[in-house]
């Protein structure tokens, strides 16, 4: 494998990675460059190692049986280790005494006593809203109010009479076409309008193809698109009403890909507010940790908090690297160690 090589630019934080050129073309000195501009405080460090580890691992899929597959291996893993799961079971409040974590008081006021609660909602709703900021140190506070999460996202999900994609993924948007110069000016100006609460005219999207992957996930001969675009958080106000952006990714969707409005079974759409509900995280960030130039690797935080007994995990804190499930399952896998460690020792 060719050694990589980071290059900082200068206008706005710019990254360039690249593989040197194996097949030696004349007047060509890389095979590949990526350029990262570092948008709506995003690393851009973090972004090009996320793709140069997906390169150089040729490591871009989908499960086999769906999203789902991933959490319901975990969740198997725990049952088989003697876990009770339970769903729809809402806790209002981490519970706090002598010193350290209690339990937890669900919503329908059944209280579990424990040693150890781990909270992978945002950090934000684990301190300020479940357990209580006067139970933590006023510089930790501090810090956690700083803490910004990533943008949300609107989703389409939607099943087809026959396939129309043949790739993996959909990575595109509107407009086709752009009038002049493509600049950084132009993702510039879209996050801009993403902190206003402005839908934009330009609307990327990446759409995965599960069904590509694996054909079982629909019934023989039909397709499935699992589509997202980005979208503000809940606490922006907006100026363009909430459906804008679901109508812009329906449009993007749409341009890109003849024929879909007339091969259509079902389409299924999910606003920011929805997905949020969904996953139970107040604000709707896509990641609640996100990771910007001072909350990636060791600047996350760590899975211990102040309170002892209590941890979180998954989006929000520890020090694990990668995109989205990637980087939420390996923070977790990370933290349960750590659990078993200071509950039952390094024998355990």
Known sequence: MPKERYTAGKN????????RNRHHSPGVEWDVIV???GLGGSSAGESIWNIQKIIKEDNLGYPRGGAVAIPQTILDGAKSHGAEIR????????EYSKGRVAGVVLKNGERITSRAVISTTSIGDTVFNLTGSEF?????VERIREIKGSWSAVQAKIALKKPLIKSGSIVGG?????????NDNLAHDFISNLEEGIASDMVPIYAPIPTNYDPDLAPEGCQIITAGAAAPTLDIKLRD???A?????????YSLIPGLKENIIFCDT???????SWIGKMSGSAVTTGQSVKQVRGSRPEHHTPVKGLYIAGDCGGYARGVGTELACQSGMDCGDMVARDLYGDSK
């Open 270 to 276: 999910w606003s920011v507010k929805k997905i949020s």
């Open 87 to 94: 769903v729809g079971a809402e806790v209002k409040k981490i």
């Open 136 to 140: 933590f140190p006023r510089p930790y």
């Open 241 to 243: 009403d909430s459906s």
């Open 174 to 182: 509107i407009p086709l076409k752009f009038d002049g110069a493509i």
């Open 12 to 19: 706005r934080g710019d990254l360039q990675l690249g593989k």
């Open 245 to 253: 952006w679901i109508d812009g990714l329906m449009r993007a969707l």
């Open 35 to 37: 350029i990262g501009t």
